[in-house]
């Protein structure tokens, strides 16, 4: 883990994820579980589910992964992705929202959910780009230049 965020960061989280993956979406209720965006009844936000969804969270790589539990209280930071949460309701995704997967308590009924940012080809190559710039330094501290 590479940190822990506070219970009011992680609010300003969940904040700003809900502008990027439910905006104008008012009939969506997700007092109880985000996720609902993806599952819920009404206009949800398109995505994969199930093993689709499982691929596609697979396929992406992020410089760091932010966990955030449904109750909003808990947010975390990691740079390993996680297969799964120990949390019952989650989600994961990077810290520019190019993708985010949601884990829930009815995986294999409702979910797994993966979604992508409607601007995710740009996204996704800013996260490559940062992976890369990641590993160069690492190598050049790996052969004593840095």
């Known amino acids: 883990m ?3 965020f506070s219970r009011s960061e992680a609010a300003e989280l969940t904040a700003a994820w809900l502008a990027v993956y439910r ?3 008012e009939g969506i209720n997700v007092n109880r579980y985000l996720w609902h965006v993806f599952g819920g009844l009404g206009d949800t936000f398109a995505c994969l589910s199930g ?3 499982v691929a596609a969270y697979r396929q992406r790589e992020a410089p760091e992964y932010w966990v955030l539990s449904n109750d909003r209280r808990l947010a975390f930071a990691t740079d390993c992705r996680p297969e799964r949460v120990g949390l019952s ?3 994961v995704f990077p810290p520019n929202f190019a993708w985010t997967m949601a884990f829930t308590h009815e ?3 409702l979910g797994p959910f993966f979604a992508t940012h409607p601007d995710v ?3 996704d190559a800013e996260n490559l780009m940062k992976i890369r710039k990641r ?3 690492e190598e050049a501290k790996a052969k004593g230049w840095i």
């Open 89 to 91: 309701d989650s989600l």
């Open 23 to 25: 905006p104008h979406r």
């Open 107 to 109: 995986d294999g009924w």
């Open 2 to 4: 590479l940190r822990t």
């Open 51 to 53: 093993a689709e969804a």
């Open 135 to 137: 590993r160069e330094v």
């Open 121 to 123: 080809a740009r996204l």
